[in-house]
């Protein structure tokens, strides 16, 4: 599902994803595009930039539904979001996909990295839609340098190790993840350097607002 997000996220996606488009009015007012296959995490991911709260239900989006602004505190930022859109992950809104993604100043694509790690069928669907997402891109007036994107691994909590493991060994393996498997495929094809690798869990509120925190603390960092 798409969203309109802090400063830089605008959202986008390909058949069978979901996107979400944010527009914050805080680092330089950027546009956010939240992208990824249903299942990801993104309805998650964008409820906790609008309210602060995990959501522990999921459902499918299946009209555009535009919200009201708020003011959330994350860390040290203080995010103004001017407005929020969240469009449905299907074929038919790909022409609005393709739209969010060439408009936004920040791309965000999350997947489940439990289900990467276990199924073939899945791993190649995602390596599809990061090849849309990653032409999109390149298509953009300015190098794909200065457009960022990121690739989020999400549902970690769902794997046995990293589930029972403390703060400091769930960000091992984290770190780790990337080096095992299907997943420096996964870097490889997202841009390798110019794209940030990132995994974790939307569980809870802290889990939430580590994984947000980075990517937001990232974009600030960049300005």
């Not at 309805?43 to 239900?57: H, P, W």
């Not at 490889?188 to 110019?194: N, P, V």
Request: glycine residues 8%.
């Amino acid at each position: 599902m798409p969203v309109f997000l802090l400063p830089w996220i605008a959202s986008a996606l390909v058949a069978a994803l979901g996107v979400g488009v944010l527009v914050i009015r805080s680092l330089k007012g950027k546009r956010f595009a939240v992208l990824g296959p249903a299942g990801a995490g993104k309805s998650t991911f964008i409820n906790f930039l609008r309210t602060g709260e995990v959501t522990l239900t999921c459902e499918q989006t299946a009209e555009p539904i535009k919200l009201d602004g708020k003011k959330i505190k994350l860390k040290e930022h203080e995010l103004k979001i001017a407005e929020f859109v969240d469009v449905p992950g299907t074929k038919d809104f790909h022409a609005t996909w393709k739209v969010q993604a060439m408009s936004s100043d920040v791309l965000c694509y999350l997947f489940d990295a439990n289900q990467f790690s276990r199924d073939d069928d899945y791993v190649q669907a995602v390596f599809a839609e990061i090849r849309h997402v990653t032409d999109w891109r390149r298509d953009r007036k300015k190098a794909p340098s200065a457009v960022p994107l990121f690739v989020i691994g999400t549902h970690l909590d769902q794997m046995p190790d990293y589930g029972v493991a403390g703060p400091e060994e769930q960000a091992r393996l984290a770190s780790m993840l990337w080096t095992t498997g299907s997943f420096p495929e996964l870097s490889r094809r997202a841009g390798g350097g110019t794209t940030k690798c990132l995994a974790g869990s939307l569980a809870t509120q802290k889990a939430s607002e580590q994984m947000v925190g980075r990517v937001i603390s990232a974009v600030a960092g960049a300005e």
